[in-house]
């Protein structure tokens, strides 16, 4: 079943401009801690070692070297991902970059840098909606 969301459009100014299509389900605070997962990068995997927010699922190696989670509150997100979480995020495409964020009172899913084609947009938003099942 298909829940409420937002379809945003976001340009994002630091050293370039890009663009990317998220979608914003509504989600309430109290479910899940705060937290970003995002793609690990050769630079991430450096910083995570120094990086206070960071949180390492320990038995799960290989997810923790696919992906980056962060959170300020690091034994509530492991409790989140727990083993079956991981495993349903485990399928995702590792090509597709998908990242996760939950702030408040949404949770925001898009691939970094992907901008949804007009044709494709019923897709992405059935692809989001069932990651967004996971956490909501």
Same mark, same amino acid.
């Given at each position: 079943m298909a829940r409420?969301?937002?379809?945003?459009?976001?340009? !994002?100014?630091k050293a370039i401009y890009y663009t990317q299509t998220v979608i914003a389900f509504p989600a309430k605070a109290t479910i899940s801690p705060d937290f970003e997962m995002a793609p690990a990068t050769q630079i991430d995997?450096? !910083?995570k070692g120094f990086a206070s927010e960071t949180v390492v699922i320990d038995d799960q190696p290989e997810f923790s070297?696919?992906?980056? $989670?962060? =959170?300020?509150?690091?034994?509530? $997100? @492991? %409790?989140?991902?727990? #083993? /079956?979480?991981? %495993?349903? $995020?485990?399928?995702? *495409? #590792? /090509? %597709?970059?998908?990242?996760?964020?939950? %702030? /408040? *009172?949404?949770?925001? !899913?898009?691939?970094?840098?992907?901008?949804?084609? #007009?044709? =494709?947009? @019923?897709?992405?938003?059935?692809q989001t909606d069932a990651l967004a099942s996971l956490f909501v």
């Open positions: 409420d969301c937002v379809l945003i459009a976001i340009c !994002i100014v995997k450096v !910083i070297k696919r992906y980056w $989670l962060r =959170s300020r509150e690091g034994a509530r $997100l @492991r %409790a989140l991902f727990n #083993p /079956g979480l991981v %495993a349903k $995020l485990a399928m995702l *495409d #590792p /090509g %597709a970059r998908w990242s996760i964020e939950k %702030a /408040g *009172d949404w949770l925001l !899913i898009y691939i970094w840098k992907t901008t949804a084609q #007009p044709g =494709s947009i @019923r897709d992405f938003c059935v």
